[in-house]
């Protein structure tokens, strides 16, 4: 099986995230679910001050040919 990849990075809001980035998020990976992405990873890479201060998250689906 073939696949193709999305990548999405986002920017934290505060020091836990905040609840609107929180449902802006859900949403958006609600919407790429219902286009078939699957969530594959998330990784935090960016600490400042040992908050987390972005996501990276990788998305895969069956390539269709």
Do not use: C
Request: aromatic share 8%; hydrophobic share 35%.
């Amino acid at each position: 099986m073939k696949w193709e990849y999305k990548i999405i990075k986002h920017q934290t809001k505060g020091i836990s995230g905040g609840s609107e980035m929180i449902k802006d998020l859900e949403r958006e990976m609600n919407d790429l679910g219902a286009e078939g992405w699957e969530l594959n990873r998330a990784v935090s890479p960016q600490v400042d001050h040992d908050v987390h201060r972005e996501v990276i998250l990788f998305f895969k689906r069956p390539l269709e040919i």
